[in-house]
């Protein structure tokens, strides 16, 4: 068995569907057992990675949305030796910071990164845990191009496709696990 395969035949174990979370209508998708299983997370990490050099999205930096996108971010940062660029909440960042909005699927939302984290000229990857609508993406590559850099890629462990994130992502998008229904 190929590690994505691996990683795939196992996601049933490592996602929980949370219904009516964080309001009536949402199936929430709990991607906290991933990481309550530390072989199946580094698989998951090493496949991200192998997965972006495979489609020759060469990068300088990673962004990852807060939260949930740190827990993807911080490993693929080790795993390829390449900095990590916070992207928090308004409010969360002592210095100056870049911001951007987008809507959610139940809501709206604002990103921060700190300004100056990112150099003009820079290739940069966003790295979440979920691809639904793309929005929270979109906002990161919003962040990364007011700061100069070019978005080369994304990468999440899960996508919805039936909400048709990626068709709203005009980079190259690496997605681990699929679900078609949510």
């Known amino acids: 068995?190929?590690?994505?395969?691996?990683?795939?035949?196992?996601?049933?174990?490592?996602?929980c569907d949370v219904p009516g979370f964080p309001k009536e209508g949402i199936i929430f998708k709990d991607i906290t057992p991933v990481f309550e299983d530390p072989?199946?997370?580094y698989a998951v990490i090493e496949l991200m990675a192998q997965e972006l050099h495979d489609k020759g999205i060469e990068?300088?930096?990673?962004?990852?949305?807060?939260?949930?996108?740190?827990l993807f971010g911080v490993p693929l940062s080790i795993v390829t030796r390449r900095p990590l660029i916070l992207a928090r909440k308004p409010g969360k960042l002592p210095r100056p910071g870049?911001?951007?909005?987008?809507?959610?699927?139940y809501g709206e939302a604002t990103l921060?990164?700190?300004?100056?984290?990112?150099?003009?000229?820079?290739?940069?990857?966003?790295?979440?845990?979920?691809?639904?609508t793309?929005?929270?993406?979109?906002?990161?590559?919003?962040?990364?191009?007011k700061s100069g850099a070019t978005v080369v890629g994304c990468a999440f462990y899960l996508e919805l496709t039936p909400l048709k994130g990626r068709e709203k992502?005009?980079?190259?998008?690496?997605?681990?696990?699929?679900v078609e229904a949510y």
């Open 59 to 70: 990068f300088d930096k990673i962004i990852a949305p807060e939260s949930r996108g740190f």
């Open 169 to 178: 992502i005009p980079y190259p998008v690496v997605s681990i696990v699929e």
């Open 39 to 41: 072989a199946y997370a």
């Open 112 to 132: 921060v990164i700190t300004k100056d984290s990112i150099k003009p000229g820079e290739k940069v990857v966003i790295v979440d845990d979920l691809l639904a």
């Open 1 to 15: 068995m190929t590690k994505k395969e691996f990683v795939v035949a196992e996601a049933a174990n490592h996602i």
């Open 98 to 105: 870049v911001s951007a909005s987008y809507a959610l699927e």
């Open 134 to 145: 793309g929005g929270s993406a979109n906002a990161c590559a919003a962040l990364a191009e």
